[in-house]
């Protein structure tokens, strides 16, 4: 009953830009959700990966409260005594130079675009207004008009013209085909190491290492949105180290970076692609607060002192294995990398939110992608006994 008055109210009052499984949460500790009824559930969404450290992790919720009793917003006009600890912390951890704070992720996948198109006019010398940035199709990077530009899903666009010029798309996985987009006036190529909301796609082996070669040569920013697998979401910090010699020139983190409390996101990159910057060229009101900086700082911290990069490869592996190895005609494919789990449902099975509904039936949440795919993308805290829950549960739903 209750359930229902509250859909019922959010419906009426709220813009139906989402399509929820019809749940309502109430209360969340740790791998754990309850919803109003009481109901418990397992949450293996984590907030599209933006709750890696789990719901409430006790560390981050005792630096929220005491920043929050100390002070939480400067803007930065001032300077605040919290912001440089985590912008060195990103930076020795990603083995970067410098940062840049925003807060959501969209907003960092700006910031990586207009750095880009500086870096192009000041540093590389293409002719002004002429810079190009190179994306993939079925990206997902965020849903800002610039971006949705980007994107190659007739519903992220529709209604939403006219679009920002200067973008090519070419096909995700296919570095000849970057190298053949490449043009004097290209100043950037922006990519998911692995595309999240596309599916858990990933791309051929030794393609982030062909399109960092690519780059260099032909001075191009190599730019990756980790926004989603960063943090230790596919069993590394960053997906980009899944491969050699593939770190590139900016990147862009932000979900987990909040520690699953407070937006925050940050390009992180080199000297000479930040050092473009000067006082007054970009801001944000929000971005850097001393708030959110300690919960980030914190967020960090927990992710390195839990292992939870380590655990997500270990747990991603034997999860990926034990999925692998149930009997269903239902499935197309299982693959993924960490904790970063997709479960491809065969067309003649139908769409995946049936599934995903039935799992909800089961206790455990899960948000289909693209139709097809349940992903699975518990927070990394979880422990090995909790994805012999999950197994459990896919076995049932999959039989
Ligand atoms: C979620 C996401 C974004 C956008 O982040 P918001 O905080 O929702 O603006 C951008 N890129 C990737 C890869 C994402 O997963």
Same mark, same amino acid.
């Given at each position: 009953?209750?359930?229902?008055?509250?859909?019922?109210?959010?419906?009426?009052?709220?813009?139906?830009?989402?399509?929820?499984?019809? $749940?309502?949460?109430?209360?969340?500790?740790?791998? *754990? !959700? *309850?919803?109003?009824?009481?109901?418990?559930? +397992?949450?293996?969404?984590?907030?599209?990966?933006?709750?890696?450290?789990?719901?409430?992790?006790?560390?981050?919720?005792?630096?929220?409260?005491?920043?929050?009793?100390?002070? %939480?917003?400067?803007?930065?006009?001032?300077? =605040?005594?919290? +912001?440089?600890?985590?912008?060195?912390?990103?930076?020795?951890?990603?083995?970067?130079?410098?940062?840049? #704070?925003?807060?959501?992720?969209?907003?960092? !996948?700006?910031?990586?675009?207009?750095?880009?198109?500086? *870096?192009?006019?000041?540093?590389?010398? !293409? #002719?002004?207004?002429?810079?190009? $940035?190179?994306?993939?199709?079925?990206?997902?990077?965020?849903?800002?008009?610039?971006?949705?530009?980007?994107?190659?899903?007739?519903?992220?666009?529709?209604?939403?013209?006219?679009?920002?010029?200067?973008?090519?798309?070419?096909?995700?996985?296919?570095?000849?085909?970057?190298?053949?987009? $490449?043009?004097? =006036?290209?100043?950037?190529?922006?990519?998911?190491?692995?595309?999240?909301?596309?599916?858990?796609?990933?791309? #051929?082996?030794?393609?982030?290492?062909?399109?960092?070669?690519?780059?260099?040569?032909?001075?191009?920013?190599?730019?990756?949105?980790?926004?989603? %697998?960063?943090?230790?979401?596919?069993?590394?910090?960053?997906?980009?180290?899944?491969?050699?010699?593939?770190?590139?020139?900016?990147? $862009?983190?932000?979900?987990?970076?909040?520690?699953?409390?407070?937006? !925050?996101?940050?390009?992180?990159?080199?000297?000479?692609?930040?050092?473009?910057?000067?006082?007054?060229?970009?801001?944000?009101?929000?971005?850097? =607060?001393?708030?959110?900086?300690?919960?980030?700082?914190?967020?960090?911290?927990?992710?390195?002192?839990?292992?939870?990069?380590?655990?997500?490869?270990?747990?991603?592996?034997?999860?990926?294995?034990?999925?692998?190895?149930?009997?269903?005609?239902h499935?197309?494919?299982?693959?993924?990398?960490?904790?970063?789990?997709?479960?491809?449902i065969?067309?003649?099975s139908g769409k995946a939110r049936p599934f995903c509904e039935r799992l909800m039936?089961?206790?455990?949440?899960?948000?289909e %992608?693209?139709?097809?795919?349940?992903?699975?993308?518990? #927070?990394?805290?979880?422990?090995?006994?909790?994805?012999? *829950?999950?197994?459990?549960?896919?076995?049932?739903i999959?039989?």
């Amino acid at each position: 009953m209750k359930t229902q008055e509250l859909i019922h109210e959010t419906e009426t009052y709220s813009a139906a830009n989402y399509h929820p499984l019809p $749940i309502v949460l109430a209360k969340g500790e740790g791998i *754990w !959700v *309850w919803d109003v009824e009481g109901k418990k559930y +397992m949450d293996c969404l984590s907030a599209y990966s933006a709750l890696n450290q789990g719901h409430r992790h006790p560390k981050i919720m005792k630096t929220l409260i005491d920043q929050a009793g100390r002070v %939480t917003l400067t803007s930065r006009a001032f300077h =605040n005594d919290q +912001m440089g600890a985590l912008l060195k912390k990103l930076c020795l951890m990603s083995g970067m130079d410098m940062a840049l #704070p925003m807060n959501t992720g969209a907003e960092a !996948v700006e910031t990586a675009i207009k750095t880009a198109r500086k *870096w192009g006019y000041k540093v590389k010398g !293409v #002719p002004n207004d002429k810079a190009e $940035i190179i994306v993939c199709a079925n990206n997902f990077h965020g849903r800002t008009v610039t971006i949705v530009t980007c994107s190659t899903e007739h519903q992220y666009r529709d209604g939403f013209g006219p679009f920002t010029p200067g973008f090519k798309v070419v096909e995700f996985g296919d570095a000849s085909e970057l190298e053949k987009a $490449i043009t004097p =006036n290209t100043v950037a190529f922006l990519v998911e190491p692995i595309q999240g909301e596309a599916g858990i796609l990933m791309p #051929p082996e030794g393609y982030l290492t062909k399109a960092r070669e690519i780059c260099t040569k032909n001075r191009v920013l190599f730019i990756a949105d980790e926004i989603q %697998t960063g943090l230790g979401r596919t069993g590394k910090l960053f997906a980009y180290e899944h491969e050699k010699n593939a770190k590139p020139d900016m990147l $862009i983190i932000g979900k987990a970076l909040g520690g699953g409390v407070y937006p !925050v996101s940050a390009v992180v990159s080199s000297k000479e692609v930040l050092g473009v910057f000067k006082p007054g060229d970009h801001g944000s009101t929000f971005g850097g =607060n001393p708030l959110g900086s300690a919960v980030a700082r914190t967020a960090l911290e927990v992710i390195v002192d839990e292992k939870l990069v380590e655990n997500s490869r270990e747990l991603g592996n034997y999860l990926l294995n034990q999925l692998r190895g149930i009997p269903s005609k239902h499935v197309q494919e299982v693959r993924g990398r960490g904790l970063f789990i997709g479960v491809e449902i065969k067309q003649s099975s139908g769409k995946a939110r049936p599934f995903c509904e039935r799992l909800m039936a089961e206790g455990l949440l899960a948000k289909e %992608t693209h139709d097809q795919v349940i992903r699975l993308a518990p #927070p990394l805290t979880i422990k090995r006994e909790d994805i012999d *829950w999950i197994v459990e549960r896919m076995k049932k739903i999959l039989a």
